[in-house]
């Protein structure tokens, strides 16, 4: 009996003996495993029996000033750097707007000729193509801007039959045919304004019509005539405003009953003959007859001064007369 509860005690004792090895063993493995302890991010807080880890900051997100992708999914490189806002602002200086630019004033219309013979109102803002009111009677006239070749022919017949014509002269034509001009005026007969140069009317400023007025006027004056106050527009180029502003220059616009068309010379297929039929063709109370002093360049013929012999002795044969363009004037 005593035997057994010795072996029984022998036998607690070694299992106890086991058991504290065991024990032993299971401590060193749990203090060989477990991992050293995290810093702040990775700390355990103790609430019982569960733990919780503070999360850290998702890798994905940008930290504080790192450049945003744009729309197309690139980043640039460099983040932009971003300037210091002074404390206050740079005072810049203004900037002078630049001073405007004012119109060139035109120059002034040359005045009214002076002295000038007046015209009735009741013709204003006319370019007359026939003599108002006139009884059987044909006026007559020449224009003289190119050459004088017919010239001498013309005051001849006109001499001859006692008639009076009326000559409008360009002033480039005055100065060039003074002994010209002279002869009209020797001849009795009256004189108009063609302009200076002979240009399109339409197609000036105000200004422009009134030096080509006053600078014909002067040139026929020099040459020993008075244009004033009759004038004929060049190629017969006229409207309202253009009309207007040779009244206000004391002149009265004349254009034309029928164009004889002389000046087409025998190379523009006219003759003598077509000049005579195309004054009589118009015949009428008050009518003006358009004809040429030069000659046509390209033939040399001199139509209108070959055909007026013809033209007047059958203008007085259907019981016409002749009249210069004074009758205008009353």
Same mark, same amino acid.
């Given at each position: 009996?005593?035997?057994?509860?010795?072996?029984?005690?022998?036998?607690?004792?070694?299992?106890?003996?086991?058991?504290?090895?065991?024990?032993?063993?299971?401590?060193?493995?749990?203090?060989?495993? =477990?991992?050293?302890?995290?810093?702040?991010?990775?700390?355990?807080?103790?609430? *019982?029996?569960?733990?919780?880890?503070?999360?850290?900051?998702?890798?994905?997100?940008? &930290?504080?000033?790192?450049? #945003?992708?744009?729309?197309?999914?690139?980043?640039?490189?460099?983040?932009?750097?971003?300037?210091?806002?002074?404390?206050?602002?740079?005072?810049? &200086?203004?900037?002078?707007?630049?001073?405007?630019?004012?119109?060139?004033?035109?120059?002034?219309?040359?005045?009214?000729?002076?002295?000038?013979?007046?015209?009735?109102?009741?013709?204003?803002? =006319?370019?007359?193509?026939?003599?108002?009111?006139?009884?059987?009677?044909?006026?007559?006239? +020449?224009?003289?801007?190119?050459?004088?070749?017919?010239?001498?022919?013309?005051?001849?017949?006109?001499?001859?039959?006692?008639?009076?014509?009326? +000559?409008?002269?360009?002033?480039?034509?005055?100065?060039?045919?003074?002994?010209?001009?002279?002869?009209?005026?020797?001849?009795?007969?009256?004189?108009?304004?063609?302009?200076?140069?002979?240009?399109?009317?339409?197609?000036?400023?105000?200004?422009?019509?009134?030096?080509?007025?006053? *600078?014909?006027?002067?040139?026929?004056?020099?040459?020993?005539?008075? &244009?004033?106050?009759?004038?004929?527009?060049?190629?017969?180029?006229?409207?309202? =405003?253009?009309?207007?502003?040779?009244?206000?220059?004391?002149?009265?616009?004349?254009?034309?009953?029928?164009?004889?068309?002389?000046?087409?010379?025998?190379?523009?297929?006219?003759?003598?003959?077509?000049?005579? @039929?195309?004054?009589?063709?118009?015949?009428?109370?008050?009518?003006?007859?358009?004809?040429?002093?030069?000659?046509? &360049?390209?033939?040399?013929?001199?139509? @209108?001064? @070959?055909?007026?012999?013809?033209?007047?002795?059958?203008?007085?044969?259907?019981?016409?007369?002749? #009249?210069?363009?004074?009758?205008?004037?009353?």
């Amino acid at each position: 009996m005593g035997s057994i509860f010795s072996d029984q005690r022998r036998l607690a004792a070694v299992g106890a003996a086991v058991a504290l090895m065991a024990a032993g063993v299971v401590l060193a493995l749990i203090f060989a495993v =477990r991992p050293p302890a995290a810093g702040p991010a990775a700390s355990a807080t103790a609430s *019982g029996n569960a733990s919780t880890l503070t999360p850290s900051a998702p890798a994905s997100a940008a &930290p504080s000033g790192s450049p #945003t992708p744009d729309p197309g999914g690139s980043t640039p490189a460099e983040p932009v750097p971003v300037l210091p806002i002074p404390a206050e602002p740079v005072p810049v &200086p203004p900037v002078q707007p630049p001073a405007p630019r004012l119109p060139e004033p035109e120059a002034p219309a040359p005045a009214p000729p002076a002295g000038g013979v007046p015209f009735p109102a009741a013709l204003a803002g =006319r370019d007359l193509e026939v003599i108002p009111g006139a009884g059987p009677v044909v006026a007559l006239t +020449f224009d003289a801007g190119g050459n004088s070749a017919g010239l001498s022919g013309i005051l001849q017949t006109l001499a001859a039959a006692g008639v009076r014509g009326t +000559f409008f002269l360009t002033g480039s034509w005055a100065n060039s045919n003074r002994a010209g001009v002279a002869a009209i005026v020797d001849g009795g007969h009256r004189l108009g304004n063609h302009s200076m140069t002979h240009p399109g009317f339409t197609g000036l400023p105000d200004t422009a019509i009134g030096d080509q007025l006053i *600078g014909a006027q002067q040139a026929i004056q020099a040459a020993g005539g008075d &244009p004033r106050p009759l004038f004929r527009f060049p190629f017969g180029e006229r409207d309202a =405003r253009t009309i207007a502003a040779v009244n206000s220059l004391g002149y009265l616009p004349v254009r034309w009953t029928v164009d004889t068309l002389g000046w087409k010379g025998t190379s523009g297929g006219i003759t003598a003959e077509i000049v005579a @039929d195309r004054v009589l063709a118009q015949l009428q109370p008050g009518e003006i007859v358009l004809m040429h002093v030069g000659a046509n &360049p390209n033939d040399g013929t001199t139509l @209108d001064a @070959d055909a007026l012999s013809q033209i007047i002795s059958r203008i007085q044969q259907a019981g016409y007369g002749f #009249t210069a363009l004074d009758a205008l004037l009353g």
